[in-house]
């Protein structure tokens, strides 16, 4: 199977109240990871690159020769999209040129009516060639890519303004952060979000920063809209674990422990258990 627009599994995901998960890649073994894992799991996958992580592996174009080579040679049948993560007005031209299937084109940080002019213009030249578009109101808290926002929460008439102009999904600020959660951390404004869902059609919403969420705040924010769900530091964080682990206990000084297929194997496989409990968490298992 090639790659798809993530617009059919996320308006059936809506439907039927459970969330895709979008998984970030960086290279080939968490490509592996996550490809494999949707396969056994049967769910359909969003793999999510960021700006950087594409300058990383060489390019845009590097990545979908990876992905589309990658799914054929392991035999992957279940739906996958390539999707830019927080793209800027470049970024996401240069990846429906490089042949991503879906692309963000994050405008939060430009003032409301520059936001929904460029996501008109990326949604414009998108949907001709049949890709997904997610914009994005309100910034996200943490880090994105060395941009640090403040994690604000969306004013559901902007949404409702941005919602409506033809985009597949919208990321909408409602006190999520990249990277862990603070101690003092006051939760998902579940409101705000109810509102969002309310006034956006039933388009599907996105929540960014989904590591360390309660699950039940997932399980809450999934019967809001939200259909599509952002894992990314999570999987960083048990990779190096499992990786520094292997190395502490000394195995790379035993035998050829030292080839890095055996050295990364523990991180692949801390991936790949990261994957598959959100998948049944989100609900996604099962549903390709
Ligand atoms: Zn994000």
Known sequence: MSLVSAKEMLETARKEGYAV???????????KAILTVAQEKKSPVILGVSEGAGKYMT???TVVA??????ESLNITVPVALHLDHGSFEGAKACIDAGFSSVMFDGSHYPFDENVDKTKEIVKIATQQGISVEAEVGSIGGEED???GTGEVADPEECRKIASLGITMLAAGIGNIHGSYPDDWKGLDMGVLKEIGETTNNIPLVLHGGTGIPDDMVA??????VSKINVNTEKQLVFAAAVRKYIEDGKDKVGKGFDPRKLLAPGVEAIQNVVREKMDLFGSTNKA
């Open 21 to 31: 998960g979008q998984f970030n890649i960086n290279n080939l073994e968490w490509t």
């Open 59 to 61: 390019g845009y174009k």
């Open 66 to 71: 990876m992905v589309k080579s990658m799914m």
């Open 146 to 148: 060395g941009v640090t």
């Open 220 to 225: 809450e924010a999934i019967s809001y809209g």
